[in-house]
């Protein structure tokens, strides 16, 4: 049914100014005060209020100030009311801060911005009014994530699903997949559909939107899937809305997904004045469903839009620019601008190459400190890093040295869940007795304890006063518990038993591993299809090669104890260190962007699941990076990485020779063995090839790896796209032959099954078949 704007407590629109009145607000009228200040294109952007607009708002170009100010200007100017914007952002902390500033600039609190949101709470409200059109009740229930597995697991088992081999969070994670698109059950394509449970994928989705609507609640993606299918089914609602909403306004486009990006499209098509602000160099969320296309085909939806290019920086320094603008030209996918700035040049960007990653930390702290004794904040510092487990080296050394410091947008090390559960099963071989750590891992992974199993445990544990291990221990022989709680306990203190008698046997590094497998934890995670799960499989693997650095067990959980009970704290001086996606909207005075190695940067996995739109998303990543720093800059790489105790050659970052070398000055590397020096690099410039390619840091390690990566290709740092696929040379034949044996870093050795270009099909003996490139193998 179509929506009476009376129905709302809304006063009717403000008359558009005309006549006598436009003439008083131009011309000779004074300019409004918060328009003082702007550079000319964003009062371009500000003025521009009629019509489609695009605003591409490079790297600390003053984005939310535009934002706000445009905001400011169609309410003074009396084009709306507040109720007649929408205005979306991506967090509520952005959406608070947004109505704060806007109150600011026009001398008051706005009230009436009832639709100023997040997509999912602006979701929410018009799904609540129209619950009806969607099968549901107008009180529905918003399931959270534990709500939806739950739900899910009930479906796999009246399906007969094996839910070990079949997950439900990958379930999960492929329903949100196609809700970000916008498909229903019934626009599932039928591959996709069958990819899960051997068909089963398609009708688990039906099943789960019918059980959804019988228990009337939604999940998340449904806030944003529900309210298309209304706009989509219902054009007298559509239609309704389409006339309310007189201005719109986007924040961070370039990270909208495909169902974000169609009812925004369709509200649109009412008075056309959206304008949407983002940077699509800056679009680094394809993992979570974000289309970078929906910025690059703005023009092409809304004919005759307007551009308007942001590219005049606030923040950082003439060759931090000048390096992140020749980087992101790489891209081919973009719309394209170049930063520029009035300041004054001050330091190149520096890189620096290391032996290993444990010089690498090395010298970073040693950098902090010295930066330290020069009176600069640790709070205005910061490590940014691609993955989440090169924090760790990070945090023990800052640790050694006496340097604090925190861990922004997740957990420190030591404290993630994955870390905390491996440390549990570690802590129990070493100490049966320790009840707190037992109970953490006692049905993780899940034993067929249930909760009535569970108090019976505490219960007899209590009434003969004996450690849980020990009650859990006498009633795996009982009968007082279930056939599959009591088998999976007596097979969890069994292997307990056998670790705690190979503890002086086996090296701690590798009881840690038998540990993690045996007990199924390891597995438990390789099943896991999330998209965390790689990362924890690569904390555990971090959390054993750092035992390496201790003589036993025992000495590694008493470091691990200390470093626990360090207090991040909360206002103090202290380095920031987090991942680069974590970095996205922050800015230090330094910034130390480590790891830049082939294979960890890009990532290899990026690499082999999209091709060239997965080295465009990590060229767009590096730019982030690059572009949070204001005055200094470090980028490092290490030759050499220890991979589950074994040392393992790596090659710098292509991106690394991407960058313009006039921005760039290459430092004096001095390479360390086991903690003794084996002499320096002298600095020079890209001309000497100091660090890259032809010749570089010839150790006997970086000679094999160069040499096994280049054989028969041609150089891997000038990539080429040929029909959309990445390629090294279209023309050259690989140089391996079918049958051949390779090693991959990843995946670990195979044998070639099929060749096409310089892509290869590998039958690897742990990680089953794989497409690759020729050159990340290496002959086994």
Same mark, same amino acid.
């Given at each position: ?29 004074? *300019? ?12 371009? /952007? ?52 947004? !109505? ?71 379930? *999960? ?13 019934? %626009? ?29 609640? /939604? @999940? ?18 559509? *239609? ?11 924040? =961070? ?62 923040? $950082? ?47 970073? $702290? ?8 020069? !009176? ?25 040295? #006496? ?42 992974? %899940? ?32 009968? =007082?518990?279930?056939? %599959? ?85 909360? @206002? ?11 970095? %996205? ?17 890009? $990532? ?40 589950? #105790? ?85 023309? *050259? ?40 490139? @020729?050159?990340?193998?290496?002959? #086994?």
């Amino acid at each position: 049914m179509p929506i009476d704007l009376n129905d709302f407590d809304d006063a009717p629109p403000p008359p558009k100014p005309g006549g006598l009145a436009a003439r008083a607000m131009g011309g000779s009228a004074a *300019a409004p005060a918060y328009l003082d200040g702007l550079n000319p294109e964003q009062k371009d /952007a500000v003025l521009s209020i009629d019509g489609p607009l695009l605003v591409l708002a490079g790297a600390g170009t003053g984005k939310t100030r535009v934002l706000t100010t445009r905001l400011a200007h169609v309410l003074t100017t009396k084009r709306a009311w507040p109720s007649q914007i929408l205005a979306v952002t991506f967090t509520n902390k952005a959406a608070r801060e947004m !109505k704060e500033r806007i109150g600011h600039l026009i001398g008051g609190a706005v009230e009436g911005m009832t639709w100023l949101g997040t997509f999912h709470a602006i979701g929410v409200k018009i799904l609540r009014a129209h619950a009806e059109l969607a099968g549901l009740k107008s009180g529905f229930t918003i399931l959270d994530d534990d709500d939806q597995l739950r739900l899910l697991k009930q479906l796999l088992v009246a399906e007969h699903v094996d839910e070990k081999r079949w997950p439900a969070r990958q379930l *999960a994670n492929l329903i949100d997949s196609w809700k970000n698109r916008g498909l229903t059950p019934d %626009k599932v394509p039928a591959g996709e559909a069958f990819s899960y449970a051997n068909g089963l994928g398609g009708k688990l989705y039906a099943d789960y939107q019918a059980r959804l609507k019988t228990v009337n609640a /939604a @999940d998340f993606g449904d806030l944003l899937l529900e309210v298309l299918n209304i706009f989509q089914n219902h054009p007298d609602v559509l *239609a309704s809305y389409q006339q309310r909403f007189k201005y719109m306004l986007v924040d =961070e486009y370039q990270d909208t997904n495909i169902a974000q990006y169609l009812w925004l499209k369709l509200l649109a098509q009412g008075h056309k004045n959206i304008c949407c602000v983002g940077d699509d160099d800056q679009s680094i969320y394809g993992w979570r469903g974000a289309e970078v296309d929906n910025i690059l085909r703005f023009e092409k939806d809304f004919p005759g839009a307007k551009i308007i290019r942001l590219e005049r920086n606030y923040r $950082s320094t003439p060759d931090i620019l000048g390096a992140a603008s020749g980087l992101i030209a790489k891209n081919e996918a973009r719309l394209g601008k170049t930063l520029h700035t009035d300041k004054e040049a001050e330091n190149p960007v520096v890189v620096r190459g290391h032996w290993d990653g444990e010089e690498e930390a090395r010298q970073i $702290s040693d950098d902090i400190e010295s930066l330290q004794r020069k !009176k600069v904040k640790l709070n205005d510092m910061a490590i940014l890093v691609r993955a989440s487990f090169q924090m760790r080296l990070f945090e023990d050394r800052f640790i050694r040295a #006496g340097i604090p410091y925190r861990v922004i947008g997740g957990p420190r090390f030591y404290e993630r869940a994955e870390i905390r559960d491996a440390l549990a099963y570690l802590k129990v071989v070493a100490s049966p007795d320790n009840d707190l750590a037992f109970e953490r891992i006692i049905n993780t992974p %899940k034993r067929g304890l249930g909760d009535g199993a569970m108090k019976k445990l505490y219960d007899h544990a209590r009434a003969a006063r004996i450690p849980l291990y020990a009650a859990a221990d006498a009633m795996s022989l009982s009968n =007082e518990l279930q056939n %599959k709680a009591r088998t999976g306990l007596r097979q969890l203190i069994d292997g307990f038993t056998r670790w705690r008698g190979q503890m002086s046997q086996l090296p701690h590094t590798e009881l840690a591993e038998i540990v993690l497998d045996e007990s199924g934890y390891t597995g438990m995670w390789q099943a896991d299809k999330s998209p965390e799960a790689e990362g924890r499989l690569d904390n555990l693997k971090e959390l054993i090669r750092s035992m390496s650095d201790f003589e036993n067990l025992t000495g590694f959980l008493e470091h691990v104890a200390l470093v626990m009970d360090r207090d991040q704290g909360g @206002d103090e001086d202290r380095v920031n260190i987090m991942t680069m996606h974590s970095a %996205k909207g922050l800015e230090f005075a330094q910034v130390f962007l480590p790891g830049w190695e082939e294979g960890l940067f890009p $990532s290899q996995r990026s690499l082999d699941e999209k091709g060239r739109s997965g080295l465009e998303e990590e060229r767009r990543l590096a730019y982030v990076g690059i572009t949070r720093a204001k005055r200094d800059l470090t980028i490092s790489f290490a030759q050499n990485r220890q991979v589950h #105790g074994s040392w393992q050659s790596s090659l710098p970052s292509r991106f690394i020779d991407e960058l313009p070398e006039k921005h760039v000055e290459v430092a004096a590397m001095t390479t360390s063995y086991g903690g003794h020096g084996l002499g320096s690099f002298g600095t020079s410039r890209f001309d000497n090839a100091q660090a890259f390619g032809q010749g570089s840091y010839q150790t006997p390690g970086w000679q094999r790896a160069q040499a096994n990566r280049q054989a028969g290709t041609a150089a891997r740092h000038t990539p080429k796209f040929i029909e959309g696929e990445l390629v090294i040379d279209g023309n *050259a034949p690989s140089a391996y032959a079918l049958g051949d044996r390779v090693f991959h870093q990843k995946f670990g050795y195979g044998r070639v099954t099929e060749i096409e270009g310089n892509k290869l099909t590998v039958d690897f003996e742990k990680a089953g078949e794989k497409r690759v490139l @020729d050159s990340f193998v290496e002959r #086994g």
